[in-house]
Each structure stands twice: as C-alpha cells, then as structure tokens.
C-alpha cells in the first residue's frame, strides 16, 4: 500500500510539473512579444565617431524613460562633452539618449529618448520566490538582440548593496537589460555576470526608488548628484560601524579588528618556516564590493591587514631593520588617474595608545570631482619589542575626512596588548 501511494505521489507530481511546463511561455513568445521594449544602448567618442561602451536598456515609461546601469553611461557624467548616447533597437531604428537622472550607489541610471514609446516594462515591487523562471534581454557585444532563461536564485542580503542572484549567464553587453517573469513583471536590472551559470541583478524597488525621486530633485549638475548621493552613502555605512563595538579576534599577544559586518570576506596566513629568519602571520578582511565611479576610478570600499612579525634569531638591530623594511612595504592599492583624485598627502607621529607604543601614519588624498570625499590610509606599528611587532594598515575610499578621522581612530582603540 505505502508503495502503491509513492508511485501514485510521483506520478501526480510528473503531471503538475508537465502541467506548468506546458503553461510557461516560449522564449520565442517573449522575445516577439518584448523586442520592442529593449533597446541598445551605445556610448560613442564625438571625435573619432567610434563607440567607446555597449549595453541595454528598457523602457519603463510612455514619456520615454529608459533604465540602464550608471556604468554604462558613466562616461557621460564625467565626460559629457566627448562623449554620446544613441539607442538602437531591434528594427534597426536609432536615435539620441540624454542622461535624467542615475543612483551610482546601486549602479542605475535613467536615460531619455527622444521617441515616445506606447509600451513599457511595468517593475514588480513585491518579493519574489526563490525558484521562480525569469527571463533576461538584452544585447551582448553585437549580436542582437537575445533573451535567456534562468531562475530566481533569491536576494544576497549580506552585502552593502542588496542584489538578486540569477541562476542564469548573462553575457557582456546585457547590463541595464531587464530579467522579468512569465507575466512581463521586471523584477531586476540585468548588472554583473559571477560565471558558472551564475549573475546578479539590480531589484527593481531600486528602480522605483530612482523614478520617484528624479521626479522630486531640483536640476543639479550629474557630478553634483553623484557627490550627493557617494555622501550619504559612506555616512550610512561608516556610521553604523562607527556607532556599534567593533569586533575583534585575537592576533598572537593583541587583539584586532575583526570581520567587522557580514558584507566583508577575511583571511588569514602563515609564512614561517624553517629556512627564514623570521615569521609572518597575517590577517585581513576587506568589503566584497564597491562603487563603480568609472572605468579607471572605484570607490566606497573598506580594508586592512594585520601583520604579526617575529624572529627568535635575529637581534634587536637586524629585526628592527627588517621590521621597518616590512612596514614601508605595507602598501595598500588604490585606484585613480591624476584627473580623478590628488596626490597622497601624509603625517607621520609617534603615540601611546592603550599602553602601546605606535608609529603612526595618516594619508589622504582629495577626489577632483566629488568634493568632500577621500581615500584614506592609515598604517600603524607597535615598537615595544626587540623581537616581535604588529603592523596594521587600513583604507577607506570615497569617505569624508571627518567619517575617516573617526572611524582611524575607533580602529586604532580597538587594538590591544594581551599578554
């Protein structure tokens, strides 16, 4: 009986799920049904006549409104009198774009054609099941126009910028494309391919969000808006860690700072050995993304290391000079052409901090366009020991210089001696 009730189970179960199967529509449907609500989006050099950038875009409005990501048209923002945008669409027909508004946090941006189109793309606001089939157009490179199928593979919460995971593979030039259900309902912004039939999406509330306010904002400057929106941005996130105990973990003899909120990745190694004179052990964590201002420049991101340095055979002197070597090489990567941002300006001093003897350094360096925002280094050396320290470096990127003094100095504090 128990047998005859698991086949009778499956066999019902074979059945709806042939049943829903056959109600899913063809991508050939959807794709006659949607070609002409997606566009593609090329960004072009005025002076050679050559396109510097591809993507897509969607219609989302009878007035003309199209979505995209910011980083398909960051050109425009920073460039504006170099650079164009025209549109392409699937009968071939073209024409100019002018930039309306954009959120460079979570890479979107509001484009307007000069046609009016009487169909448009209606955005979902509400959650959608993990699992659920959605379908994703738009242009990769110069290929056409193509739509590919995929699932829902729900919302990566742990991040600084909410994103939905495509269990689908995008392909380059699809970004600013819209992924949607069976019934045309957007759900995300076609925004980044991970591979391995892996992708992310923009939710579409963030889109929503940008339309009601591009409605709502006075005119302002797209580099003025962009300052603005990277302002409030790096004090929602540094305030929070700066008003919460930062966590710490322990390092040899000190306690650091730690993984310091569930959107960064840590690690750690060991490169002692018996053929070297010394031992390195290390720690660091870093955010997993950042803010792509443009192709040269990103920001909105935090890092530090740890480094912990001993020898049993070296003496005082050749550990010192080895030690010293270690932390001028302590370098922590940034990104930025001399149009972007100034040169590292730096201050050097000795403190004592919790009963530890530091050797400070503070950098900063100003953004040329975003006014009000740095990138800041700080690096520090405990010089208590003839035989063992710790160094520990730390950037923040696109942050005002008062987050950054507060949030340096919460790091510095949190760094103890525990013998």
Known sequence: MKRFLSVLLCALFSAISIAEAA?????????DQYQTLVLQVKIVNIASGKKSGLGSGFFVQKQGYIVTNYHVIADLVFQPEQFQAYYVQADGSSGTLEVVSFDIVHDLALLKANVQNTDYFDLNPEPVQKGVALYSLGYPRDLGLVLLSGYHGGLIRHTLYEKIHLLGSLHKGMSGGPSFTAEGLVVGVNVAISGNQSSFLVPATFVLDMLAQAHQDNPISLLDL????LRQNQARYLGSLISHPMKVTSLGPYRVPDKLAPYMRCWGSDTGSEQRTYRVIEQSCATKEDIFLNAHHIS?????????????????????????????????????????????QCQENFIVNNGLHLKIVFCARGYKKFLGLYDVIVKAATVDHDDSGLQTALLLTGVSFNHAQHFAKKYLDSITWQP
């Open 23 to 31: 109600n899913q529509p063809t991508t050939d449907a959807l794709l």
């Open 226 to 229: 962009a300052t603005d929106q």
């Open 300 to 344: 909105g991101t935090i890092r530090f290391i740890h480094r912990l340095i001993s020898s049993e055979q070296l003496s005082a002197f050749p550990f010192y000079a080895l030690y010293e070597s270690e932390f001028r090489h302590l370098v922590m990567k940034t990104e930025g052409r001399a149009e972007d941002v100034s040169r590292f």
